[in-house]
């Protein structure tokens, strides 16, 4: 629906226009991703990059997706801006953030600045393919997961696995505090989302991970049981299924097609530490 010229749009309406503007139809595809042909060479190598070492058992879940990018995407109330050039000057106050997802269009805009730091880069678009596997993981395994996060609630376990994912739970407990949680509101659903993405881009980056990163907050044995559940719902087992990749022995298809993600053999050296830290809590 075209805006209209005598009225200020809203931010939701900006968000959309700014997403429309960076929409493509052709570009290079690799698997199910296609890259906007505005992304250079090096850029879009380092996107490939991520997108190979990606599971290829989560693909059968996600749908075609499209990638972007963006000078800069600042969070503002309501919506997202997504600016185009360097010369668009930001009001005071406002946060950028690092990239984002727009489930319905099926598209990923990333920051161009993601692109100077290669983890980082690989950190963040495995959050927002996150978000699409979350879409399609339905509501018992959702729910599953969200008990996880109640259950450390009550526990009084701070600190989290992405900035994105913190924030909103210090918010949460700045609220109600754990007695007063209300599990079925938006803000304890948008946790839940990050949460689950930030988990997601913490055990899929395995070897490449950055042990000292700041956003890595959680204590050590949550961050265990939390990679345990994660692994559980996500892979259909427990977290023995990863120790059986690793070890070359995959215990059903599913397994065999993490472990063809990551590499073969590569696969399991970099889920050994992974698998042997589970196995202890």
């Known amino acids: 629906m075209p805006l209209n010229p005598h009225r200020t749009p809203t931010p939701a309406q ?7 503007r960076l929409r493509f139809v052709s570009g290079q595809r690799f698997g199910k991703v296609r890259l906007s042909p505005r992304l250079d060479a090096g850029q879009q ?4 990059y991520w997108i190979d070492r990606y599971p290829e058992d989560f693909w ?5 997706l499209r990638v972007a990018a963006a000078q800069r995407l600042d969070l503002v109330r309501g919506g997202l801006r997504i600016l185009e050039s360097r010369s668009e000057k930001a009001p005071p106050g406002i946060i950028r953030t690092q990239a984002a997802s727009f489930i319905p269009q099926r598209y990923v805009v990333l920051s161009i600045a993601l692109f100077r730091t290669r983890i980082e880069l690989g950190r963040v678009l495995y959050h927002e393919l996150g978000h699409f596997l979350w879409a399609r993981l339905g509501n018992p395994n959702r729910a599953r997961y969200r008990r996880l996060l109640a259950e450390e609630f009550r526990r009084g376990i701070r600190g989290e696995l992405g900035y994105s994912a913190e924030w909103r739970k210090e918010k949460l407990l700045a609220r109600a505090g754990p007695a007063g949680l209300r599990l079925e509101s938006r803000a304890w659903r948008d946790y839940a989302s ?3 993405c930030e ?3 913490y055990l899929l980056l395995g070897k490449e991970r950055r042990k ?5 907050t959680l204590s050590g044995r949550a ?13 259909g087992g427990s977290v023995e299924s990863i120790a059986t990749v690793s070890a070359g022995r995959p215990p059903c ?3 065999s097609l993490l472990r063809q993600g990551y590499g073969g053999r590569a696969a399991g050296r970099r889920l050994t530490g992974i698998s042997r830290r589970l196995r202890k809590t």
């Not at 900006?14 to 429309?20: D, N, P, Q």
């Not at 059968?60 to 075609?64: A, E, F, L, S």
């Not at 961050?223 to 892979?235: K, P, Q, S």
Request: aromatic share 10%; no cysteine.
């Open 253 to 255: 298809a599913k397994a």
């Open 223 to 235: 961050r265990n049981r939390r990679l345990r559940e994660w692994a559980g719902i996500v892979f």
């Open 194 to 196: 990050e949460s689950f």
């Open 212 to 216: 000292n990163h700041s956003e890595f």
């Open 60 to 64: 059968t879940r996600i749908p075609q």
């Open 45 to 48: 190598r380092a996107v490939a």
């Open 199 to 201: 988990t997601g881009a």
């Open 14 to 20: 900006e968000m959309m226009a700014g997403l429309r």
